[in-house]
């Protein structure tokens, strides 16, 4: 499986945020909260890290979105609620959310909280 990185952006600017050209450089635009989600091949992060300032774009870095991630969303890789396979999937990006939250269920609470805030 190929590296990935997750980048965030303000949803508001969603409507000025440029996949480039026809073929996708990435899966998403996902929603979660007030977040844009995207999920980038590291080897194509050069070509859609120029954005508006309206739609730029942050690496994702708080494990609680992650967790929120995991617990909320489905993507091309992993449909699937928060599972083991998922969170495999998102060790495989670099998110070890297991040696973060020790369990799902510490997942499950660290998602909670970031949704609640």
Do not use: H, R
Not at 28 to 33: C, D, I, P
Not at 86 to 112: F, M, N, P, R
Request: charged share 30%; net charge negative.
């Amino acid at each position: 499986m190929a590296k990935t990185v997750i980048y965030s952006f303000d949803i508001t600017g969603d409507a000025k945020f440029d996949g480039g050209p026809d073929e996708f450089e990435f899966d998403g635009v996902y929603a979660l909260k007030d977040l844009g989600i995207i999920f980038v091949e590291s080897s194509k992060v050069s070509k859609i890290s120029e954005q508006p300032k309206e739609s730029k774009l942050t690496e994702v870095k708080d494990m609680k979105i992650v967790a929120a991630i995991a617990c909320c969303l489905g993507w091309s890789e992993v449909p699937t609620p928060c599972n083991a396979e998922k969170l495999a999937v998102l060790k495989d990006y670099g998110y070890d959310l297991i040696k973060e939250y020790t369990d799902i269920a510490g997942i499950q609470a660290k998602a909670l909280e970031y949704l609640e805030a």
